[in-house]
């Protein structure tokens, strides 16, 4: 396959065949990891900023974690160290760092829409890691591929969604890349937290816990975004854990070899119990691990070859 | 497009043979051997060549596939290379590893292979085995076993056609 993109931007844009090129591409990158020695020169001379507007743990250590295992050169930039607590636009700080000639830009921020702007006005490949509720698209490849590995397969899943569907940029990315595959996907959460006319983009609706995961094959939990207001929604957080937490009971309800999922960071007691997060069911740690090799992947494809 | 047949079905079994048997008595026997193929034909070569000290010694030598994609130093001028799996099931530490490719000519591509083993341990050695030499190089590699040597002008391409997947068994010259 030919691969054209010179930015990462959405999963909505992306088709089934470029989603499974980097699925594949990523399968070749995940015994690297496992490795003694586990790097290869391939991008050697090349530089990666991880530019973030928001907090990360997971997703800014993956990617220099990725980049780095592909010798790339990382630096890192946190909004809170920046130059931007001066008042430097987005717009100023991106066209001073691209003076400095980086090859790939990682940007996660709070506007949705920040990495297109970016992918518009700059030359170096931008990778978008999360731009408010609207996407995550490294996060959906790694589910998907997560979802490959244990399931076999992309398609014919039942899968239910649990939480904020609303506030989640992981709910949406996950919705396009497995509705694009064909799965049965039904979100769940208080009607608060499920958008208006979600039907529209091929999902079902269930507000019931215990009818949402019978027969299903992946539970996807989501996080309560704290920070994007997410706790206005709900009455409390005990009532939203008495109805929504995952339970061992739950799973049972489900497929037998049902895969458990959070994109992190969980919030124990709330939306999943210690029993199903550390219970043999969750992929959790798996998605982690599978980050890498996805991001590692998507680092290759974007700047490895000749521009 | 002219081409002209330098190995034909016969000859390309013939010599393979006659690889496998160098290779067990410059190793008096197979003994912590290991066959490394590179992708792509060099993994069927690679393959007949297990095949056969099977036949011989009665030994199934450990057997790794490599993509040396990664490893190229040409990787950003190409357009859009694609990486497929390295598979090295075995611990290459202390192991005699024969290197195994079609045809050999700027020696990249073994420098590129060399590069990539070392980064999973230390072999005790490395040794190269390829089924056509066709000279021309730009780095100091030499072949431990070659199957045939034969300069070749630029202006053309030897292809080597194995019946795994080009459905004919074969090794040509072509004009380019």
């Known amino acids: 396959m030919n691969w054209k993109r010179k930015d990462l931007l959405d999963i909505r844009d992306l088709s089934k065949e470029e989603m499974l090129f980097i699925l594949d591409t990523a399968e070749s990158f995940k015994d690297i990891s496992k490795r003694e020695i586990k790097k290869v020169p391939t991008l050697r001379g090349k530089t990666v900023i991880t530019l973030f507007y928001e907090p990360s743990t997971r997703t800014r250590t993956s990617f220099e974690i990725a980049a780095k295992r592909l010798s790339a050169d990382t630096i890192n930039i946190s909004a809170n160290t920046s130059s931007a607590t001066k008042g430097e636009s987005l717009k100023d700080t991106a066209r001073n760092l691209e003076s400095m000639r980086p090859d790939a830009i990682v940007i996660r921020h709070s506007m949705p829409g920040a990495p297109h702007m970016l992918a518009r006005i700059l030359d170096s490949s931008i990778i978008n890691g999360g731009d408010g509720s609207h996407e995550h698209p490294t996060q959906a490849l790694l589910d998907l591929f997560t979802i490959r590995e244990k399931k076999g397969r992309t398609d014919g899943l039942k899968i239910v969604m649990v939480g904020d569907i609303a506030h989640s940029r992981v709910a949406r990315s996950n919705i396009f890349s497995l509705k694009n595959f064909g799965n049965e996907v039904i979100c769940c959460g208080p009607p608060t937290m499920i958008p208006p006319h979600i039907e529209t983009l091929g999902v079902h609706v269930e507000y019931d816990l215990e009818k949402a995961v019978r027969n299903a094959d992946v539970i996807m939990m989501l996080r309560i975004q704290k920070e994007r207001g997410g706790t206005k929604y709900i009455p409390s957080t005990k009532e939203y854990s008495t109805l929504y937490g995952l339970t061992k009971k739950h799973v049972d309800r489900a497929a037998d070899d049902v895969i458990v999922m959070h994109p992190g960071p969980m919030n124990r007691g709330i939306e999943i119990m210690d029993e199903v997060a550390d219970g043999p069911s969750s992929v959790i740690l798996d998605q982690v691990e599978n980050g890498v090799a996805v991001r590692m992947a998507i680092l290759y494809l974007l700047i490895g070859g000749e521009p | ?176």
């Open chain 2, 1 to 176: 497009m002219k081409k002209k047949v330098l190995l034909d079905k016969k000859a390309v079994d013939r010599t393979i043979t006659r690889i496998t048997h160098e290779i067990l008595e410059k190793n008096e026997g197979s003994e912590a051997l290991s066959l490394i193929g590179i992708r792509t034909r060099g993994v069927y070569l690679a393959n007949r060549i297990q095949e056969k000290i099977r036949n011989v010694e009665g030994t199934s030598l450990p057997f790794g596939v490599l993509d040396i994609t990664l490893y190229r130093d040409d990787i950003s001028k190409l357009k859009w290379p694609e990486v497929k799996k390295t598979e090295i099931p075995f611990d290459v530490n202390n192991m005699t590893v024969i290197l195994v490719d079609d045809v050999l000519h700027t020696g990249r591509t073994i420098r590129a292979a060399i590069d990539a083993i070392i980064d999973l341990g230390r072999p005790k050695k490395i040794q190269l085995a390829v089924l056509v030499d066709r000279g021309d190089r730009e780095l100091p590699i030499h072949p431990d076993y070659a199957g045939i040597v034969c300069p070749v002008n630029e202006n053309e391409e030897v292809l080597v056609r194995m019946s795994e997947i080009d459905g004919k068994e074969e090794v040509v010259i072509v004009k380019t």
